[in-house]
Each structure stands twice: as structure tokens, then as C-alpha cells.
């Protein structure tokens, strides 16, 4: 009976652990995301008017996709150095048009 006291308690062990570990990982993975998301933020409040920003976040709300696309162009021409000036409300109006030529939406309606 102690025998089996001694093999449970091992067993419980080893199942805290792992689940301890698992809990580790999944912090630390939340942690990389938040930085990831925080340096992204970083980045379109440096190369975007604040009239830019507000028209990219209602953007956001109905066309996520094209929000990140638009996002991620504007965050590679930074990194790569190409983009050295700030974009204007304007100039962000004709990236989302011409984005959004090459989207087409099927939309279905249920009657």
C-alpha cells in the first residue's frame, strides 16, 4: 500500500510539473505576442498622422484584413528603411484604395 502511496505521489509530481511547465510556456508566448503588438503600435504612431491612426482604427473595426495589410506594408517600408516620413491622412486614403482594388467580397443574402 505505501508502495502505491509512493508511486501516486510520483505521478502527481511529474503531472505538476509538466503542467507547470505548460503554464511557463504559454506566459512566455503571451509575453513575446504583447511585445510584438507593442512594437507594431510603436511603429504606426511614429510613420502615421494622428488623423492617419483614427482612420486606420475605424478601418479596423469593419475591415480587419485590410487594416493588416495596410499595417504591415506601412511596418515593412519602416524596418526597411524606405519610409522616412510621416504618412498623411491622405496618402493612407489612396494606400487603402489601392489595397482594396485587388479585394473583391461575395456577399450572400438569406431571404
Same mark, same amino acid.
Given at each position: 500500500?505505501?508502495?502505491?502511496?509512493?508511486?501516486?505521489?510520483?505521478?502527481?509530481?511529474?503531472?505538476?510539473?509538466?503542467?507547470?511547465?505548460?503554464?511557463?510556456a504559454?506566459?512566455?508566448?503571451?509575453?513575446?505576442?504583447?511585445?510584438?503588438?507593442?512594437?507594431?503600435?510603436?511603429?504606426?504612431?511614429?510613420?502615421?498622422?494622428?488623423?492617419?491612426? $483614427?482612420?486606420l482604427?475605424? $478601418?479596423?473595426? $469593419?475591415?480587419?484584413?485590410?487594416?493588416?495589410? $495596410?499595417?504591415?506594408?506601412?511596418?515593412?517600408?519602416?524596418?526597411?528603411?524606405?519610409?522616412?516620413?510621416?504618412?498623411?491622412?491622405?496618402?493612407?486614403?489612396?494606400?487603402?484604395?489601392?489595397?482594396?482594388?485587388?479585394?473583391?467580397?461575395?456577399?450572400?443574402?438569406?431571404?
Amino acid at each position: 500500500m505505501a508502495e502505491e502511496d509512493k508511486e501516486l505521489e510520483e505521478i502527481r509530481k511529474r503531472k505538476m510539473a509538466q503542467l507547470l511547465a505548460q503554464q511557463s510556456a504559454a506566459e512566455q508566448e503571451e509575453e513575446k505576442e504583447k511585445e510584438y503588438q507593442e512594437e507594431r503600435a510603436r511603429i504606426l504612431r511614429k510613420y502615421l498622422s494622428s488623423e492617419a491612426r $483614427v482612420r486606420l482604427t475605424n $478601418v479596423k473595426l $469593419v475591415k480587419p484584413d485590410l487594416a493588416e495589410a $495596410v499595417e504591415n506594408q506601412i511596418i515593412y517600408l519602416a524596418q526597411t528603411g524606405r519610409l522616412n516620413r510621416i504618412i498623411s491622412d491622405e496618402e493612407l486614403k489612396a494606400l487603402l484604395a489601392r489595397l482594396n482594388q485587388g479585394r473583391h467580397e461575395i456577399k450572400i443574402e438569406r431571404r
